[in-house]
């Protein structure tokens, strides 16, 4: 059994947990926590298991990393904090784990990474031993490997296009939703995550992978933006109350330009509320799903709608993203120390997983 240790108890966190003690070829060892509310409680209360993991959760890094967990799931949020994600990972590598995460945006395509990013990784991997694979949230799956299986599949292709379409209002993340995001905020307000170059930054490594497993030379990358504003105050459940004339709905591409054209097309539409931007992409029921569309010959278009936790849709794609990266450790652990990317991870089918009952 591989020893594993899930670093945060978010919302990837919890999906982490659950995820590592329903695979057949993991142990949960440990799992790291911030809040000091959380220090003493058992991992199966915190992701929300109807049984105790018999596992406390702790706030002693030097005590987890000293005891040489095999893998480390590090799901704690690198979206305002990269910096300080960036050192705990290495430090998680330097003691000889394997890390999955999706914290590290730059590194979903490793080849063409900073290399303020990407050097102190290669560092700890020739220090410690250990590897590193990051794959999106959003989920990465539905950008990359999905995308690239359904092309295989169609007779031309003209366009690839991967949407993320969702309603925000269901998602307890306050943060990225209000500030991140912009949700609710001024039209003149700047969201961080839709400053120009940003988008690229987060998604652009998902289109040169997808360009590189199709052969294809790409000219640049560019962004398009459309934001609407709510034309009424909605209150949600988990995030209060989003005011009249704030921003309400966001549309963007990350498009692969190729000779010219948008051909390889990361899209992401997302509400704070159904009733806004009604003209634009919706999922066909619930809150939430991921599409692939392959304009071609045959077009093809496949809908993935996810849910957990009481049928929630954000969760459940949480959740099949944290699905790739812990089904990933057992391969990594017979594979060399390294920094692999989505196209090294091979698809794995859920061996062992099938019927199983947890403890």
Known sequence: MISTAVWGTGNVGRAAIRAVAAHPALTLTNVLVHNPDKVGRDAGELSGLDYRVGIAATDDIDAVLAAKPRAVVYAASGDIRPDDALADITRAIRAGAIVVTPALYALYDPRNAPPEIRDPVLAAIAEGGGSLFVSGVDPGWGNDVLPLLISGLGGTVDVIRCQEIFDYSTYDQPDSVRWLVGMGQPMDYQPPMLAPTVPTMVWGGQI????????????????????????????????????????????????????????????????????????????????????????????????????????????????????????????????????????????????GKLGRKHP
Not at 240 to 266: D, K, L, N, S
Not at 282 to 297: L, N, S
């Open 208 to 351: 040169r992978l997808m360009a590189r497993a199709l052969g294809v030379e790409l000219d640049e990358i560019r962004e398009t933006l459309e934001r609407q504003p709510l034309e009424t105050t909605i209150t949600t459940e988990s995030m209060g109350e989003f005011v009249a004339g704030g921003q309400g709905a966001v549309r963007f591409e990350v498009q692969g330009i190729v000779e010219g054209e948008p051909r390889i097309v990361v899209e992401h539409v997302t509400r704070i509320h159904p009733s806004c931007a009604p003209d634009w992409p919706a999922p066909a029921d619930g809150d939430g799903a991921h599409r692939v569309i392959i304009e071609g010959r045959p077009r093809i278009e496949v809908t993935i709608e996810a849910s957990d936790e009481n049928g929630n849709r954000a969760a459940g794609g949480n959740a099949t993203a944290v699905g790739r990266l812990v089904s990933a450790i057992d391969w990594l652990a017979d594979a060399e120390p390294g920094l692999y990317d989505a196209l090294d991870i091979p698809l794995r089918p859920a061996v």
